[in-house]
């Protein structure tokens, strides 16, 4: 179920002429976790996550500019990370399914 969206906000001071839009999105309960997970203050609005966490799209080169703003892993997510790496990383164990022949095969 999506979480509800914040309304827009128009604020207008008539003395300082201020005026600030901000823009509404909808998030399932899953993504707004996810974002909020990337914050690093209470205070951290969700554009400057964003911003932060989501690279450019382009190069190669602005790639590594975008991981290199990303805050440091938590052991947690760096334990799962190596346990993903040495899984893809464990050939002897994963099988061929074009060289390994079928069990269901119907040749004797």
């Known amino acids: ?14 003395r300082s002429r201020l005026v600030v839009w901000m823009k509404s999105i909808s998030l399932t309960d899953e993504a707004d976790q996810k974002l909020k997970s990337w914050k690093t203050e209470p205070s951290e609005s969700f554009s400057k996550v964003v911003l932060k966490a989501v690279p450019e799209r382009g190069t190669a080169a602005k790639m590594e500019q975008g991981f290199k ?9 760096s334990e ?23 069990v269901d095969a119907d040749t004797p």
């Open 1 to 14: 179920m999506p979480s509800r969206a914040r309304a827009p906000v128009l604020t207008h001071f008539i």
């Open 69 to 77: 703003r990303l805050p440091a892993l938590t052991q947690k997510q």
């Open 80 to 102: 799962a990370m190596g346990a993903s790496l040495a899984w893809a990383n464990d050939w002897p164990s994963c099988a061929d399914l074009w060289a390994t022949p079928s």
